[in-house]
């Protein structure tokens, strides 16, 4: 736990103007972006202070798999089922503002507008997929 990182403190429910949605792994927190890029766009941040995304091992998949998993759940529980149209990944240092692990989870990504077509861009320098 670092006091000083706001995505421990959310994970804490240190922050009450960050409500946490419903999520089935007790390891993981979800919450809506405050500067959402589309219309469903949620963060998956694990409760336990990581690094980003660049600290990641091969030992971290199964925790990545269950980051993009509550991602999906989360969409689904929000009334978005096509799963074919969403755009999870990570931005890559020096292009990620909170040094705590974080999924970013978009949908629809067909209605992402001009600058989030670009900050969320597929595998590009800076976001990763």
Known sequence: YDG???????ARR???GTALLPCEDEDLVCFRDIKPGAPHHYLVVPVKHMGNCKTLKAEHIPLVKRMM???KAVLQKNNFSDLNDVRMGFHWPPFCS???LHLHVLAPASQLGFLSRLYYRLNSYWFIT
């Open 4 to 10: 000083k990182c706001v995505f421990c403190r959310i």
């Open 14 to 16: 240190e922050e009450p």
């Open 69 to 71: 998993e509550v991602g």
């Open 98 to 100: 909170i040094a705590h």
